[in-house]
Nanobody, 126 residues
Framework: QVQLVESGGGLVQAGGSLSVSCAAS????????MGWFRQAPGKEREFVAA????????YYADSVKGRFTISRDNAKNTVYLQMSRLKPEDTAVYTC???????????????????WGKGTLVTVSS
């Protein structure tokens, strides 16, 4: 069982930067690949970024590539999402998820994840 708690959301101006974190409970955190998803008002949840259990592989949605960076610290049981050059369309609830599956076989969709956090709101003002 893994419990995920996000933090770090808030209000930021367009063009600014913000980092959100996801703290995991459980001693097996390092065996899980981790992902960030987001859901904007009135829209379906979408994939944002993912990182393998070792941190050696990362994967990004085209909409955030070059602006967002995912990282993890297995000693702290935490995964991070550093967001820069934020746009109003990045406004959403950001949620982290964990999956215990081989990296190449992981489907970064809602049904592909094993555990979810409750999310943290990021608002980008224009």
């Amino acid at each position: 069982q893994v419990q995920l708690v996000e933090s770090g959301g808030g209000l930021v101006q367009a063009g600014g930067s913000l980092s959100v974190s996801c703290a995991a409970s459980g001693r097996t955190f390092s065996s899980y690949a981790m992902g960030w998803f987001r859901q904007a008002p009135g829209k379906e949840r979408e994939f944002v970024a993912a990182i393998s259990w070792s941190g050696g592989y990362t994967y990004y949605a085209d909409s955030v590539k070059g602006r967002f960076t995912i990282s993890r610290d297995n000693a702290k049981n935490t995964v991070y999402l550093q967001m820069s050059r934020l746009k109003p369309e990045d406004t959403a609830v950001y949620t982290c998820a964990a999956v215990n599956a081989p990296w190449r076989r992981t489907s970064w969709t809602d049904s592909g994840m094993d555990y979810w956090g409750k999310g943290t709101l990021v608002t980008v003002s224009s």
